[in-house]
């Protein structure tokens, strides 16, 4: 299939951006997404111009390293899906597609597609971690955890992290990440030591980020690849008040 | 490499959650401040309930509107909600400018192709012109109707009648509804959710009251400047 490309094409962080058009013919309706930035970039290099920069890693949709705007949405058409799990039989011959890096304050470009997520990790390390007793491991068992709770707390894990939440939403808030690390930890007992601090420092984290506010819109839960809820930001939220009411 | 437990339980900074932020004004944290909006908006969703039963009385005729204007003016409970609402009114405003202010600076640099995934609605785009249109016509309405020219309330029925003659003020205030309706429609849903009232179950229902709520508020208010132009 033959594409016509718009591709953000930025030298530096520093540097003014512009969409770039780009033929790509001849494009493998199997391809994934990146493959198909893949076959473009050794064109590229081929005519020796700078091939376009992309984050990727493990190309399954697990780790969440992947990530543009396509066509105006975060990882492009379909739902539950990660940039490198879109396929060009998605799109039509004589597409065009315009690609984009997420756009958020917090979310500086580092060059073309790629943006620097940092800002996760500062609220992560601000309160997303446990307390553990050294020495060998306790027996799994030995805390019992409802499975409803157990079921909710691994729903909210299965956010990777790619912040297509803050890159589709009209505020580029990111509460649908810090929610869905504050119920993965606050639904277990494991969580239960930092509870209240946690939901204060992971909140501050993200204020000092730059982050916007929640409209309540659910466009976040809607982009989602991992599908988390919207029910976590509500949690999220009551965690919140809790932890301030309690200080 | 310290092990978590010699780390402690949180090496972060203390965060600043109340404190003076960086433009010199008591800086709540993001949430605190939709919490602020959402207790404050429910509030005077409340008192519309109320405000429009009472007005509804206007298409009774002048003297239960006039009694119940009368009733009103005797209980000294008047004062007191009518400062509540004001401040009310006030957070309100002061959290979503905070709020919409910050929003708009979270992302310096626009898409050049956005597309919505079609969970966001016309109501949940248009807050804040809904907020604007209503900033503006809320003390207009005051002005009007409670500092308007009228002799007490034996003869409030009159002034409104007179005002809805007019069609300026008759159609500005029907057009003002259809924000008030919007704003309504998303902020109910919207505040339970900020105030982490929430489950799988609750949500479509909460959105379906909130847009019933919220439309049943602004049609009923609507009759009323309609009832005064052509009902006479």
Redesign the interface.
Known sequence: MDLTL?V?RQAGPKEKGR?VTYEAKGIPEDASFLEMLDIVNSRLEAQGEEPIAFDHDCREGICGSCGC?I???PHGPGQGITTCQLYMRKFHHGDTI?I?PF????FP?VKDLVVARSAFDKII???G??????GSAPEANTIPVPKPNAEAAMDAAACIGCGACVA?C????A?LFVSAKISHLALLPQGE??RE??A??M?????AA??????????C???CPKGI???N?????????RA?VR? | MQ???ER???T?P????RGTGKHGVMAF???????AMALTGLGMFLFLIGHLAGNLLLLKGPDSFNGYAAFLAKIPLVVPVEIGLLLLALLHIASAVS?TL??W?????????????????FA??T?WIGGLVLAVFIPLHVWMFKYGDHHGPQELYGLVMRSFQNPLIAFGYAFAMIPLGLHLS?GF??AF????????RL?PRLRAAGAVLGWLIALGFLVLPFWGFFGQ
């Open positions: 718009k953000w969409l705007m066509n105006g949405r315009v984009e756009r958020a304050r917090a470009v390390q601000a309160g971690f446990i307390s553990v007793n050294t589709t009209k505020n580029a808030s509460v030591p930092e601090r946690r204060l420092a909140v501050a984290a993200m204020d730059g982050f916007g506010h929640c409209s309540n819109e659910g466009e839960e809607a982009e809820s919207l029910v930001i509500a949690r999220l939220n009551r965690e919140h008040l301030t200080k | 092990s978590v437990a402690g339980t949180l972060a203390r965060p600043a959650v944290s993001s949430i605190l401040k939709k919490v709020v910050g929003n600076t979270a992302r310096p640099q626009r898409y050049a192709v956005k597309r919505t995934a079609g969970s966001s609605t949940s785009r807050m998303h849903a919207s959710q900020t105030l982490g009232i929430n489950r799988p949500r």
